[in-house]
Structure formats: structure tokens, C-alpha cells
């Protein structure tokens, strides 16, 4: 699944808690705006490949999740750029039990 998106990608969001992206397999690619996977509560993968293309705009990221994120399976990598500098401004790559390679500005 290609998701292009002017704004989230891919919003678990409603009024409350209990809102999560849970993702267990297949191949998901998120080009977005705003932030690429972006949930209220958690995110959630537990196989696939999973690759977000995320923002070029502050207070947005590749990936958010005000319930935490967990990688039991697959792979997840997250990158978002800062446009007005030119330069990576985010990194994420979490494969299988849960490895992170994080790379702030």
C-alpha cells in the first residue's frame, strides 16, 4: 500500500484513548506532509516493512505516538527532513524485537 498524504499519512486519532495503528504485515510506504504515522495512542508492528517519508515542516514528524511504538516483528524506518536547512532532520529504524537507530537534528 502507497500512501501520499498533504497532511498525516496514516491518523488514529478520535475524541478519548484506545486509538492505535497496528500494522502485521505487507508493505506500507508513507509520503506526507504532516506527520507520517501519527496515532493517539500507540503504533503497533508486528511484521511487514514499513517506511515513512515524513515531513519537511517543524513540530511534525515521521513518526508520533503519544502511546509509545512497538516493533515485535517486520521493520519500520522513519525520515524526515527539515526543508529551509536542507538536511536530515530525522531518522528512525527499528527492525524485528525492537532495535532503534535514532538520529535528532
Given at each position: 500500500?502507497?500512501?501520499?498524504?498533504?497532511?498525516?499519512?496514516?491518523?488514529?486519532?478520535?475524541?478519548?484513548?484506545?486509538?492505535?495503528?497496528?500494522?502485521?504485515?505487507?508493505?506500507?510506504?508513507?509520503?506526507?506532509?504532516?506527520?507520517?504515522?501519527?496515532?493517539?495512542?500507540?503504533?503497533?508492528?508486528?511484521?511487514?516493512?514499513?517506511?515513512?517519508?515524513?515531513?519537511?515542516?517543524?513540530?511534525?514528524?515521521?513518526?508520533?505516538?503519544?502511546?509509545?511504538?512497538t516493533?515485535?516483528?517486520?521493520?519500520?524506518?522513519?525520515?524526515?527532513?527539515?526543508?529551509?536547512?536542507?538536511?536530515?532532520r530525522e531518522?528512525?529504524?527499528?527492525?524485528?524485537?525492537?532495535?532503534?537507530?535514532?538520529?535528532?537534528?
Amino acid at each position: 500500500v502507497s500512501v501520499v498524504a498533504s497532511d498525516d499519512g496514516v491518523n488514529a486519532s478520535r475524541d478519548g484513548s484506545g486509538q492505535s495503528i497496528v500494522i502485521t504485515g505487507g508493505v506500507l510506504t508513507v509520503d506526507a506532509g504532516g506527520d507520517g504515522l501519527d496515532s493517539n495512542g500507540s503504533i503497533a508492528v508486528s511484521g511487514g516493512v514499513v517506511v515513512v517519508h515524513g515531513p519537511e515542516a517543524d513540530f511534525d514528524g515521521a513518526l508520533d505516538a503519544d502511546g509509545g511504538i512497538t516493533v515485535s516483528g517486520g521493520e519500520l524506518l522513519g525520515l524526515a527532513s527539515d526543508a529551509r536547512e536542507g538536511r536530515l532532520r530525522e531518522a528512525r529504524s527499528i527492525r524485528g524485537a525492537g532495535d532503534l537507530f535514532h538520529f535528532p537534528r
